[in-house]
């Protein structure tokens, strides 16, 4: 009886034996194929990331970026021109073309600046939303809309195919995108941070 007992409980040891030695690879062969698949889902959130940072928000940043620092040297001309016009002629009612002239190229420059620079670095914008929209977070695609308008109505306005009155009317102002700045840079940050 004894030997009965030692012949099953060997028979049940082999039995395991073969059992764990058949189902340990199965097992480990699943758990490394569910970790490759989800490194794998990783690797593609991580590149899609990086694609979004690369090809959307970064270029919409750097133009914006451009187009503020251009548009606050130019301010910060304007106000020195002002101040030194009117401390030249304070005094002085007598003035002459030539010292005018100074003063007026400041104006002709500008307006040059911004159809021939900062417009088309809104267009460029505009371009590089329109081509890469599905890189956008949804909370971003909402802005396209008042993109589209800002650069619309500039393009009109340079062309002279839209009253000054009605663009006032519009409320047409680059304030209406400040928030949209704002989401840019609060995106580059965050997708910063997850590829971080």
């Avoid at 062969?29 to 990783?42: P, S």
């Avoid at 840079?185 to 971080?196: A, G, T, V």
Wanted: charged fraction near 30%; hydrophobic fraction near 35%.
């Amino acid at each position: 009886m004894r030997e009965d007992v030692i012949a099953i409980n060997s028979q049940i040891i082999d039995t395991i034996k073969f059992i764990v030695s058949t189902v340990s690879p199965l097992i480990a062969g699943y758990i490394g194929v569910k970790y490759g698949l989800k490194q794998i889902k990783t690797q593609k959130s991580l590149d899609f990331y990086e694609r979004q940072i690369r090809e959307f928000y970064s270029p919409m940043l750097g133009c914006q970026k451009e187009i503020r620092a251009r548009s606050e040297v130019r301010l910060k001309i304007n106000n020195a021109a002002s101040t030194t016009w009117k401390d030249k002629f304070k005094e002085n009612s007598d003035r002459d073309d030539k010292d005018f002239h100074p003063y007026e190229r400041i104006l002709e420059y500008n307006n040059s600046q911004l159809e021939n620079e900062l417009i088309p670095l809104y267009k460029k914008m505009l371009s590089i939303f329109s081509n890469n929209f599905w890189l956008a977070q949804p909370e971003t695609r909402k802005w396209y809309p008042e993109l589209c308008e800002f650069v619309e109505i500039w393009q009109r306005s340079i062309s002279e195919s839209i009253p000054g009155e009605v663009i006032e009317e519009i409320g047409h102002s680059e304030k209406k995108l400040y928030d949209f700045y704002e989401d840019l840079e609060n995106q580059l940050n965050i997708l910063i941070k997850r590829i971080s």
